[in-house]
């Protein structure tokens, strides 16, 4: 990776504290150590974004699902980190900003083809586990609210479809992964027991099973068809006005 493409962040040009209005609503926050006055109500992202920095990397979504965006902060006269998705968080004043691009936490290898479920198989590759000290800090640095403690102790326990059941909604941020005492990497725990149980345990997807089938009987093309013709705001306005899939009892 060249030094270029490590970095996150580009500097915006020609932008100065002092060439930015001072209006009321205006909040002061510290990006890299220089101060900035940005309106209130931002998120952290829009705040460094008006501030002139452009995003190379940690930004996705901008709606707090990629997970791409995980960053920490530091408030004045405290001397703790607050954690948050950048694009989710919004700026108070005197906040202190970085940004972080990902969180780069080991992996264990595995062929999920190859390897099967079982009650020791994420001890198997995820051994760290076994040393949770049920602090509870990983659930409560959880941007969705998931219950990453419990999910832990039902993958110490074994209990693969719990573990995946109880994370469904996790968006691989690392948020949790960054603050465990243990050096537990919760994200990647559970998407092995999320792909244990897709594949081996749960495989009865009914939605699935029916849109795959519906695929088969071509039962999409026209409307494919007709969609491909469509301008940008014909497709916008289609997206507005759809129908929310009511839920039908299979995942
Ligand atoms: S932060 Fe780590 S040690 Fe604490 S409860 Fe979560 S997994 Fe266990
Ligand atoms: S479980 Fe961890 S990685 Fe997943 S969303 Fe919550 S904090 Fe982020
Ligand atoms: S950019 Fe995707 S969660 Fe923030």
Redesign the pocket.
């Known amino acids: 990776m060249s030094k270029k493409e490590q970095v996150i962040l580009e500097e915006p040009e020609v932008k100065k504290a002092e060439d930015v209005e001072k209006k009321a609503g205006t909040l002061e926050v510290f990006i890299m150590g220089k101060s900035y006055k940005v309106p209130a109500g931002l998120t952290i ?1 829009k705040a460094l974004e008006y501030a002139g920095y452009r995003y190379i990397r940690g ?11 995980s960053t920490i902060y530091r408030l004045e006269d405290e001397q703790k980190l607050g954690f948050d ?4 968080k919004v700026v108070e004043d005197k906040m202190y900003l970085v940004q972080l691009p990902f969180v780069p936490a080991a992996k264990a290898e595995y062929d999920i083809e190859k390897i099967r479920p079982s009650e020791s198989k994420i001890l198997e590759y995820y051994p760290e586990i076994a040393r949770c000290v049920s602090c509870n800090t990983c659930s409560k640095s959880c941007p969705q609210d998931i219950e990453v403690m419990k999910y832990i102790q039902r993958a110490i326990r074994g209990d693969i479809e719990k573990c995946a059941e109880i994370s469904f909604d996790c ?1 691989q ?1 690392g948020l949790c992964a960054m603050r465990c005492p243990a050096d537990i990497k919760h994200y990647h725990v559970s998407q092995l027991a999320r792909r244990l149980r897709g594949k081996y345990i749960d495989t009865r997807s009914k939605n699935l099973s029916k849109r795959i089938k519906e695929i088969e009987n071509r039962k999409y093309d026209s409307e494919i068809e007709k969609m491909i013709k469509m301008n940008k705001q014909e497709i916008k306005e289609l997206y507005k006005n759809r129908k929310i899939e009511a839920e039908e009892g299979g995942s």
């Open positions: 992202m930004c996705g979504c901008r709606a707090g699902f990629c997970g791409a965006c998705l950048a694009c989710q968006i941020c």
